[in-house]
């Protein structure tokens, strides 16, 4: 069985770590290679070399750093079928939804590619008689990054791109579950001839994760996953001086007013909801109609049923299992807590069968109707194929409930009003809105802004809020014309 490696200093070199975990196929059980659970040994190693690099690679010029990214971009887009494969065989999501998420990791390495524009500074002549003051964007230094299993390949291109573009050395962790898709992303960057220890990689799971924060070396870190891991992410990185931008979990709302379109919205709805099983931080989970819902509600049952479930790699296959066993015992056993608190199941997707895939970890699409907005279900994020469908009787209720919601990464509203759709814009409190959009997700020129228990910290991922989080900010205040100065 294939044991991954860390990738340090442009060279593959084994753990220092004795234990090891599978990595595995949701759909089959199949054990794909092993990975490592990592020791602090490990980030001291990809520390030391990210440090070294860091001397000389801030020095070369912003324009002849992004050349690195030009090239990564044509091996990404020259390998993305094979790319797009791994992703699927080890999180379980489609060939489809695995290409697409490659699409999104491209936008931001093209988008970083006009960082000499985007980490320009500011000149402001003569702010007292023969005195110049102008502000220059400096590289931060090592900075890491922590992935979910999610999006294997997207995620850690919120932050690498634009990390290494501004001069700064970089480190990135993996999720231990999804492990394979960046090993084969070091493979391209090792076609790079990048200078030894731009880019590091290292496996492993909570012991990498504790490593890096408590590293006095690593300057940064860009987390993404959990809220509860987020928040400690967030609390202990600050502790230990570093910057920090740590995104959260969800819990997804869309408001369907009485005026939306009828077929429009139902499957743009479904979409968002069964895309990736459920799990994106941007699925839809909360679906409130407002007014009259009986045509709605049949028109979501009917599209979440037709919605076929299996293999990725298959072709037709609309939805994969979920990650692991226990994500899928968590998530039968919420639909449970679910029922035993008044929700009535519409749809019930737990005994999903998959010719083939027996031992998958597939839950088919399921909607429960009906739970109380106060209870335990409506206020934990599910993250699996599972539509909570309520009703609600007016808009300003559904906002106010939208807004007592602890998470607030997305929110979102189908109506053909206009004034609505504003009133809604301006009200709803979370960081990325939709309107008669089903997955609101920022492309690669704007933050992913999420809100509340979805992020902690100041700059989030991408666009120009990646060019300030990795650079610090230098002031200086000069004079020249000591003689001249004199005159005035
Ligand atoms: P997770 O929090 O379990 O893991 C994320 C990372 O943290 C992994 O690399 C993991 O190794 C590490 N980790 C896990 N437990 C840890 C601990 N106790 N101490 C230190 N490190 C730990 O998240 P996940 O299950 O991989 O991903 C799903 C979650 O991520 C969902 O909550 C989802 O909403 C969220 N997410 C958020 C966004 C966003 O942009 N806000 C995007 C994608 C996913």
Redesign the pocket.
Known sequence: MQKLKNYIHGQWVSSHATEYVDVINPASQEVLAQVSAGTVADVDAAVQSAEKAFATWRRIPAGKRIQYLFHLKRLLEENIDELSKTITLESGKTYAESKAEWIRAIENVENACGIPTLMQGDFSEDIAVGIDEYMIRQPVGVCAC??????PGM?PFWFLPYAIACGNTFII?????VPLTMARVMELVDQLNLPAGVINMVH???A???GMLEHPGIRAIS????????K??YAKGAANGKRVQA????KNPVIILPDADLDMTSQIVVDSVYGCAG????AASTIITVGEHARITESLVELSRKRSTGFGLDEGVQMGPV?TAASKARVNSLVEKGVSEGGRLLLDGRNAKVPGFEKGNFIQPTIIEDIPLDGELAAT?I?GPVMSLVHIKTIEDAIAYINNNKYG?MACVFTSSGLNARRFRNEADAGNIGINIGVAAPVAQFP?S?WKD??FGDLH?QGKHGVEFFTQTKVVIERWLKEWTRKF
């Not at 987390?223 to 987020?230: C, D, I, L, Y």
């Not at 995104?247 to 969800?250: C, D, I, K, N, Y």
């Not at 799990?279 to 941007?282: D, E, F, T």
């Open positions: 922590i992935s979910p299993f999610n999006f995620i962790k993996p999720s231990e579950k492993g799971g909570k990498i994760v504790d987390f993404v996953g959990s809220s509860t891991v987020a400690y992410v995104q959260g979990g969800a799990q994106r931080c941007l990650i994020e993250f990464n992913f999420g979805s992020f991922g």
